[in-house]
């Protein structure tokens, strides 16, 4: 039986090894700064450790996502909070002469700038100080202390009630009220449920999932497992991306490190709620992070969705009453149930509570992983945190919601991010994707880009978003390649409309978003392609 | 009162519009007193005149010179009809865009001619890379499908438009018919 | 399919007018029973619904999203529109959009005047498509020796492969790819011929909509009779002898 | 409940079966495995030919066709034999702005193959991937596993030329 005083004496054995040492130096080894060589760079400061004979005042770690990814690969020296960044193994000597001393001004990033200091960290509390393969680093970080909580001291509906009063919503993209979710599912009668966590990040330009995933797998293992006692389930799965071979490993090794401590298993904690998790890889397609087509692929088919109803609450995996929720949203639920749904409720907005996970990319200063309250404007996020724009460009757009969502341009960044303000926009909050595009930039050669994806990642099921993104596609290219006339652009206006409101899924449905958002906010840069032919010769026929 | 022009042209098609709309049979004569035929390969007229009302197209629109037909009959006809499937969808002759026009003359100029297969004399018109349907290169104002659209369809839709109506043929022929 | 609750009756509006329907049914069975026509390409009676081919979306007051009358369900107090303006429009496009993808020369194909996709563009009056034809290149798989595939005919409607795999049990024929390049494959995209699972029992060609699976021996045009009613009596078979199983 | 029934014997000798077959009784040798198992082939032998695809099939009591059908749904899986080498270059929205339509236009007029190809002597496949997810590196691409990022197209190409040379 796993007691509190189990975790506290975990937790005190971890701070006092780290108390004894006087500098922490911790490397991070996320995917992108492990492609940036930071293996190499943690091998580099160990063996220097060693060598200058500082192992017991100096340790070295390999923690999760710091957040500069633009800065790769990233250091951090602790308890001074000085964060490093681009950081080569030729200036580990230079960084070891200086701890206790003047930091490295060069390789320095000012933990003072907007982009640490605007952020609010809940999801990403973890990310760049624990080592997210050691199960103590995440107890030393107060993890399973929720699942205890529940588990000993909450009933499901107690747990329900707390997600409800967070007003969580689902950060897939949807923001469907989790806590409705969580209910629907453990009002079914059904003796068999579910719980599953998409983890199928596929939206290009997006890379929160995966940074969690990498940073803090048991986080995202603790929020399922408490959702499984509250919807009374006994198995989840976790349906991953098999572009993120790091991901996998690390929730593999944390799975296994959980079971052993019994976190997960026939026994949790000694008690009678058990709870197991297996992992599920992907093998590249879009679709699949729309549920019902995750849920048939977890069953081994082809990954077309289906329509609802009925919800996977109702049938989902195996023909069970299933409760799928991504990533993000399971790596907020430990927080809430730690410090209280009120508590969670207080950040953000009116209908959008907590933080959201962006990961800020494209032609921006800070390319990175932030979190930030919702509510939020673009403004605030692209120009402070962000640091502005990379280079003398000016922005034209900020894309957000992934390859279905709408670019937004500058006229409009003193918009609040919540899902009402974003969708007003014609774009949507996705699962936080945020590419900034200067003006360097063919906005209709970017919208033809996202055409170009959904064309590739659509099903092919229904024949609005089989046929019609292609359509869409050939009509956009033949704008694009200036020969299209203002008929086509009347047609492809629409052909938009059309599969939008009438394919099958999530994924068709928002298809034509980036055409729409463009044509919306960037319709002089169609027109300007036009051609005054009034009705042009297919290809082949003008030559 | 003025009688109405009509014209009617052949494109790449094989006549059956053209034999359909002679099933019409005697109604033609009584068509024909509010019509007269200015344009046709019915009739002995060897260029497309001006001011033209209503112009049937027979065909889709499969080389240079069709295209270049096409535009001329547009830019003189006030109401323009395809007529037929090959007009409408490019039908029969569209069935080699698949192939290619490379593939199209080879199979047509080589494999299946026994002696002398020759190719093509560069005076003939050239093959568009795709064939087309009609609107696909100038504006349609009707559509009749059909394969080829029945006499009394073709005949109604006739009627209707000499009277300077939009006649509505839906279910009176279809693709294929 | 029999359900225990069916005896409970419901009450709905289809285009204003009031209907009484079984608990259970969906909006396409309840419009049928009344005489209410609803376009369809992937329903056939028998065979699990797929709500692909998006031609029965309806209305329903208070939901803003379009629904498929194939697969939604009759709840009380629903009031459905099935055809308005809109939907006419969104309807012929979905047509326009099947025809410009594949190769359908009606005037050639040997189910003229007996295709679903055909006489549904005469009877929703589209006649022309605005958009250009893809015209895809297919290879016909003739090696079989009753039966011709032709995926150039194919509208991805999936009533083979549910025949195949859901009423005979054979599942030779399924969907191979996706998005625009999907197609229908037998086994390991072999030829037909050589299938070691084809039955032979001729059910994809009965339930398919267009000429895309036809029995050979028929030489010309327009004589693909096709005895679709068939699927349902079977499906109703399958379902009684699984019941006294 | 799990089948405890054999496993049919794999199409050849070869030791990796092994681990494959390991997968599909770790899974019970279940049709809902046939992702898994997939991968677990694809993983072992680098590509799904058809002597493996029939012997998956037959193994999970997954129909011929159904196999074909999953296994050309998903992007990740390849039925042909991948070249020596492997590049896989990020097409994500970040690495497109930033430049990637560069390198694949640099990769065609170097090897005369567009991406999700495998180059005619059989020495280097050129894949894409809709977005690895380490945007701060844009644009990015991986040589044989090893990602490079901020990557010009000589760089690129550089790389390439020294790893195919590096066999010969």
Redesign the interface.
């Known amino acids: 039986m796993v007691t509190l005083d189990h975790l506290s004496d975990i937790r005190r054995k971890v701070s006092e090894a780290e108390e004894q040492r006087n500098h922490r130096i911790h490397v991070c080894v996320a995917a992108g700064c492990i492609a940036a060589g930071s293996r190499k760079l943690l091998r580099a400061f160990q063996e220097e450790i060693t060598s200058r004979g500082l192992n017991d005042s100096c340790l070295v770690k390999g923690v999760g996502c710091i957040g500069p990814c633009a800065g790769s690969p990233a250091v951090a020296i602790e308890p001074e909070g000085i964060v490093y960044c681009s950081v080569k193994p030729e200036d580990v000597p230079e960084i070891m002469d200086s701890l206790a001393k003047q930091p490295v001004a060069r390789l320095q990033m000012s933990r003072d700038l907007p982009f640490f200091t605007r952020q609010k960290k809940i999801v990403l509390e973890n990310s760049g100080r624990i080592d997210p393969e050691q199960i103590d680093d995440y107890i030393a970080a107060k993890g399973y202390h929720a699942l205890y909580k529940v588990i000993s001291t909450m009933s499901p509906a107690e747990v329900i009630s707390e997600v409800i009063k967070s007003g969580l919503r689902g950060r897939g993209g949807a923001g469907y009220p989790t806590g409705l979710k969580w209910t629907t599912v453990a009002k079914t009668g059904q003796q068999q449920k579910y719980v599953v966590c998409n983890a199928d990040e596929g939206d290009p330009g997006a890379f929160m999932d995966r940074s969690v995933l990498e940073s803090d797998p048991h986080r995202v293992l603790e929020g399922m497992a408490i959702a499984g006692y509250a919807v009374g389930a006994n198995k989840g799965y976790i349906y991953i991306r098999a572009e993120y071979p790091l991901a996998y490993e690390r929730l593999r090794k944390a799975i296994k490190q959980a079971e052993e401590y019994t976190f997960l298993g026939q026994s949790i904690m000694g008690t009678t709620y058990g709870f197991h998790v297996e992992l599920r890889l992907g093998a590249g397609a879009y679709v699949c992070g729309e549920e019902t087509a995750l849920i048939a692929s977890i069953e081994g088919g082809r990954g077309t969705p289906r329509p609802r109803p009925p919800y996977p609450a109702e049938r989902g995996l195996f023909g069970k009453s299933t409760l799928i929720n991504n990533v993000e949203t399971y790596a907020n639920i430990s927080s809430i149930i730690r410090n209280g749904g009120d508590w969670f409720a207080s950040i953000g907005t009116q209908n959008s509570k907590g933080t959201k996970v962006f990961a800020l990319a494209g032609n921006v200063k800070n390319v990175g992983l932030i979190e930030v309250p919702m509510g939020e404007t673009l403004r605030e996020i692209i120009y402070e945190i962000g640091g502005g724009m990379e280079g003398q460009n000016k922005l034209k757009a900020v894309q957000t919601g992934g390859p279905t969502g709408g670019c937004i341009p500058e006229s409009e960044l003193d918009t609040p991010v919540d899902y009402e303000s974003l969708a007003s926009l014609g774009s949507i909050m996705g699962s936080g994707g945020m590419v900034v595009i200067d003006d360097s930039v063919s906005i209709v050669d970017i919208a033809r880009y996202f055409m170009e994806f959904s064309v590739s990642e659509s099903c092919g099921k229904c024949v609005p978003c089989r046929v019609g993104t292609t359509q869409m596609h050939e009509l956009h290219a033949k704008i694009n390649r200036g020969e299209g006339t203002k008929r086509d652009l009347e047609l492809l206006e629409e052909l938009c409309e059309v599969v939008k409101h009438t394919s099958l899924c999530g994924l068709g449905q928002s298809a034509p978003n980036p055409v729409l958002s463009t044509l919306r906010f960037f319709r002089s840069e169609y027109e300007a392609q036009l051609t005054d032919h009034e009705v042009l010769a297919a290809e082949g026929v003008a030559k | 009162m003025k009688k109405i022009k009509l014209a009617t042209v052949w494109l790449d098609g094989c006549s059956g519009c053209h034999m359909s709309f002679l099933d019409t049979d005697e109604r033609i004569l009584g068509l024909l007193e509010h019509v007269e035929i200015v344009y046709s390969p019915l009739v002995d007229i060897k260029t497309f005149p001006e001011n033209v009302d209503i112009t049937l197209i027979e065909g889709s629109?499969s080389t240079n010179e069709d295209?270049v037909k096409i535009k001329k009959v547009r830019a003189h006809t006030k109401t323009l009809v395809?007529l037929g499937?090959c007009a409408?969808?490019?039908?029969?002759p569209?069935?080699r865009?698949?192939?290619g026009v490379e593939a199209t003359i080879d199979r047509a100029y080589f494999h299946l001619v026994q002696h002398n297969p020759l190719t093509p004399s560069e005076y003939l018109p050239r093959l568009?890379?795709?064939v087309?349907?009609v609107?696909?290169?100038?504006?349609?104002d009707f559509?009749?499908?059909g394969?080829p659209p029945p006499a009394d369809t073709i005949y109604y839709a006739l009627t209707e438009l000499v009277r300077g109506r939009m006649p509505d043929?839906?279910?009176m022929?279809?693709?294929?018919? | 399919m029999t359900e225990i609750q069916s005896v409970q009756i419901i009450t709905l509006t289809i285009d204003g007018k009031p209907v009484g329907a079984s608990g259970g049914e969906t909006i396409l069975d309840v419009a049928k029973q009344n005489q209410v026509f609803i376009p369809t390409l992937c329903h056939l009676e028998g065979l699990i619904p797929y709500g692909a081919c998006r031609l029965c979306l309806v209305e329903i007051k208070g939901n803003n999203k379009l629904v498929p009358a194939c697969i939604t369900k009759v709840a009380e107090g629903m009031e459905v529109i099935t055809n308005n303006e809109r939907l006419q429009r969104f309807r012929r496009w979905i047509l326009e959009l099947l025809f410009t993808e594949r190769n359908h020369v009606c005037s050639v194909c040997v189910a003229n005047g007996f295709c679903e996709l055909q006489s549904l563009a005469e009877v929703l009056g589209m006649d022309h498509v605005r958009l250009p034809y893809l015209h895809p290149k297919f290879v016909v798989d003739a090696t079989h020796d009753r039966f011709v595939s032709d995926n150039n005919r194919c509208i991805l409607c999936g009533r083979c492969v549910r025949v195949c795999s859901d009423i005979e049990g054979a599942h030779t024929l399924d969907i191979m790819g996706r998005g625009i390049k999907a197609r229908i494959v037998s086994d390991l995209d072999d030829d037909w011929g050589n299938s070691p699972t084809c039955t032979r029992c001729s059910k994809c060609v009965q339930v398919c909509p267009t000429g895309a699976i036809k029995e050979k021996g028929r030489r010309s045009v327009g004589e693909k009779f096709k005895h679709r009613d068939v699927i349902a009596h079977l499906a109703e078979m399958r379902e009684a002898a699984r019941e006294e199983d | 409940m799990q089948r405890l029934s054999n496993l049919p014997d794999p199409p050849n000798s070869d030791e990796k079966w092994k681990g494959v077959q390991l997968v599909m009784r770790k899974h019970g040798q279940s049709p809902h495995a046939l992702i898994e198992t997939l991968h677990a082939v694809q993983h072992a032998f680098g590509y799904l030919d058809r002597d493996s695809l029939t012997y998956v099939s037959d193994a999970l009591g997954v129909p011929l066709s159904k196999v074909y059908g999953v296994a050309t749904f998903y992007q990740y899986f390849t039925l042909k034999k991948p070249g020596t080498h492997n590049c896989v270059v990020c097409t994500g929205t970040a690495c497109y702005i930033k430049g990637v339509p560069k390198l694949v236009e640099a990769l065609k007029e170097r090897y005369g193959m567009a991406l999700d190809e495998v180059s005619a002597d059989g020495s280097l496949t050129l894949q894409s991937a809709c977005c690895i997810g380490t945007c701060g590196l844009a644009p990015i691409a991986s040589v044989d596993g090893e990602e490079l990022g901020r990557l010009s197209a000589e760089e690129l190409l550089d790389k390439l030329e020294e790893v195919i040379h590096g066999d010969a």
């Open positions: 629109v295209v395809a499937d409408v969808t490019g039908n029969v569209a069935m865009n698949p192939f568009l890379d795709k087309v349907p609107h696909d290169v100038v504006k349609v559509h009749v499908p394969c043929i839906k279910l022929t279809r693709f294929g018919k």
